[in-house]
T-cell receptor, first 113, second 113 residues
Framework: KQEVTQIPAALSVPEGENLVLNCSFTDSAIYNLQWFRQDPGKGLTSLLLIQSSQREQTSGRLNASLDKSSGRSTLYIAASQPGDSATYLC????????????FGSGTRLLVRP | GAGVSQTPSNKVTEKGKYVELRCDPISGHTALYWYRQSLGQGPEFLIYFQGTGAADDSGLPNDRFFAVRPEGSVSTLKIQRTERGDSAVYLCATGGYNTGELFFGEGSRLTVL
C-alpha cells in the first residue's frame, strides 16, 4: 500500500532563505507526483506536476525534483517571502489506479518578515 | 466560472441530519473526484467519476455517503444521518480526460454538532 510522508511537519524560516521541503513515498511505481499549496481555509492550488519519466520541473522560484528509484521528491523554494507561508502538500498518483491521488500530511511553512 | 466551484462553503448541521454538497467542475473536465480532509491531514480519496458513472467509490466510508453526477457535469455528495465524525472539509477536484493534473475547489467545510 502506497504511503506518502512529508518532513518536516512544520518549518519556520526568516524571509529570504532558500528552503527545501521533502516528500517520500513507499512504492516507486508511480504515474506522476504533484505539489500543491494550501492556504488556511482554502482549497489546493497546483504548483508543479512531475511525470514519472521526468526528473524535475520549475516554475518561477519553485523547483521540484523527483527520484523515483529512491521514492523521494523535494520542493525547493528560492528567496522565500512571507507570502509563501502556507501548507505544502505532495501527492502521488499510482499507476494501478491512476485517477487517485495519495497525499502526504503536508509541511506547514511560515516565512517570517 | 474558470475554476472548480463548491457550495456551500460552510455548512453547520446537527447530528442525524441530511446534507448535500455541490461541485461545479471546470467546463469540459470529464473526471471528477471527491476528497475529504480532516484537520492537519492530507486529503483522502472518496469517489471518482468519469463522465456520469462512478468509476471508483472505494473511498466512501460507509453507506451513509453517496454521490451522483447525473449529466456528467455537476456532482452532489450526499451524507445521510450525519455524525460528528463526518466533520471535515470536503474537496472536489476535476481534470481533463487523460490529464495528469487535478484542479481543486475551495472545499465545503462541514461541521456536525
Amino acid at each position: 500500500k502506497q504511503e506518502v510522508t512529508q518532513i518536516p511537519a512544520a518549518l519556520s524560516v526568516p524571509e529570504g532563505e532558500n528552503l527545501v521541503l521533502n516528500c517520500s513515498f513507499t512504492d516507486s511505481a508511480i504515474y506522476n507526483l504533484q505539489w500543491f499549496r494550501q492556504d488556511p481555509g482554502k482549497g489546493l492550488t497546483s504548483l508543479l506536476l512531475i511525470q514519472s519519466s521526468q526528473r524535475e520541473q520549475t516554475s518561477g522560484r519553485l523547483n521540484a525534483s523527483l527520484d523515483k528509484s529512491s521514492g523521494r521528491s523535494t520542493l525547493y523554494i528560492a528567496a522565500s517571502q512571507p507570502g509563501d507561508s502556507a501548507t505544502y502538500l505532495c501527492a502521488v498518483r499510482p499507476p494501478d489506479s491512476s485517477y487517485k491521488l495519495i497525499f502526504g500530511s503536508g509541511t506547514r511553512l511560515l516565512v517570517r518578515p | 466560472g474558470a475554476g472548480v466551484s463548491q457550495t456551500p462553503s460552510n455548512k453547520v448541521t446537527e447530528k442525524g441530519k441530511y446534507v448535500e454538497l455541490r461541485c461545479d467542475p471546470i467546463s469540459g473536465h470529464t473526471a471528477l473526484y471527491w476528497y475529504r480532509q480532516s484537520l492537519g491531514q492530507g486529503p483522502e480519496f472518496l469517489i471518482y467519476f468519469q463522465g456520469t458513472g462512478a468509476a471508483d467509490d472505494s473511498g466512501l466510508p460507509n453507506d451513509r455517503f453517496f454521490a451522483v453526477r447525473p449529466e456528467g457535469s455537476v456532482s452532489t455528495l450526499k451524507i445521510q444521518r450525519t455524525e460528528r465524525g463526518d466533520s471535515a472539509v470536503y474537496l472536489c477536484a476535476t481534470g481533463g480526460y487523460n490529464t495528469g493534473e487535478l484542479f481543486f475547489g475551495e472545499g465545503s467545510r462541514l461541521t456536525v454538532l
